[in-house]
């Protein structure tokens, strides 16, 4: 008997052991996997140094939570932040109509609400050109693409994204997310203008398919180097995570990035500022796709079409 309970005191042990292992490798990996968006690493975009002649433009991302109801907190946030580009994410007719009041500062703008949390309204004070809603993956989950003519003439590609989540209520699989972030990289990569994504990308900045996203789009993170800026979720402090984003081309680097003031919704608003350059920066480049991962985006996007039909 007290042999059996040495050998099982043992066999405990071991298996303390292998747990206690497995967990410090995967706090490794996942402290590896975040170091690039903290201090501790080199800047991706390099800081702006500012000039009078420079053309600023100034973005702000929001997800204002379909039911939340508190309009007046989000439009005092606009009024602080003063951004030149605001892209707002799942809005319902309700919250179309509570936006009207921006239509004086913003006159060019392209709304799309929805009932099913996946509508999207985008404010400039820019024109647009050629502006399009476009479902690249699933029907009724919209992305707005759009030119824009910034002051001086020239012209900027600008894409607001809202793809669907994994979840129980969701996606069964990440497919489809994946999908529509890899085709909307892709578009970005055969255009040789300025371009920004925006959008609650509903995946963390250090994920794999968001980081497959930015080797494919050839389009660079502000927030490496910086910090993650944890948008969601807004109301537990101890559990945020980096789901609100804005990629940029090397035609543009950093004066500013903040998270912003609560607006009753479960994400923050995310802002930053750029000053813009018609030359690209040659010294700004994320890692380019290797065959295995070009092969595993052209996978990922026929498996999501196969499902959608």
């Known amino acids: 008997m007290v042999g059996l309970q040495v050998l099982l005191g043992m066999k405990m ?11 410090l490798l995967s706090i490794g990996y996942q402290a590896y996997q975040i170091c690039p968006y903290t201090p501790l690493a080199g800047v991706q975009v390099k800081d702006a140094i500012g000039r009078d002649n420079d053309v600023v433009v100034r973005i702000l991302t929001a997800n204002v939570l379909m039911d939340n109801r508190d309009a007046e907190s989000y439009l005092s946030v606009l009024a602080d932040a003063d951004p030149d580009i605001i892209l707002t ?11 009207k009041v921006l239509d004086r500062l913003y006159p060019y703008k392209v709304t799309y609400p929805l009932e099913n949390t996946y509508g999207m309204i985008l404010h400039s004070r820019f024109p647009l050109i050629e502006p399009s809603v476009q ?3 699933e029907p009724m989950v919209p ?3 759009t030119g824009m003519r910034l002051p001086g003439g020239d012209r900027l590609q600008l894409i607001g994204l809202h793809p669907r989540p994994p979840g129980p209520t969701e996606n069964e699989e990440s497919t489809q997310r994946d999908a529509e972030l890899i085709i909307a990289g892709r578009s ?29 789009s050839g389009l660079l993170d502000p927030r490496i180097g910086r910090g993650m800026f ?12 980096p789901l609100d984003h804005i990629f940029h081309s090397e035609h543009f680097k950093l004066i500013e990035m903040r998270r912003l003031p609560h607006i009753g919704s479960d994400h923050f608003p995310i802002y930053a500022a750029l000053s813009y350059h018609p030359r690209k920066d040659a010294a700004q480049q994320p890692d380019s796709p290797d065959p295995d991962e070009q092969e595993e985006a052209d996978e990922t996007v026929e498996e999501a079409f196969e499902k959608k039909h």
């Open 188 to 216: 970005v990569k055969r255009s040789d203008r300025p371009v920004i994504v925006i959008g609650d990308l509903n995946d963390v900045a250090w994920s794999h398919t968001t980081s497959l996203f930015q080797e494919i």
């Open 143 to 145: 992305s707005i693409h």
């Open 230 to 241: 944890n948008s969601y979720h807004a109301d537990y402090l101890f559990i945020r995570f």
């Open 13 to 23: 042990g071991r298996f303390r052991a292998v747990l206690l292992s497995a967990l």
């Open 89 to 99: 994410t799942e809005t319902d007719d309700w919250w179309a109509e509570q936006l």
């Open 135 to 137: 479902f690249l993956v």
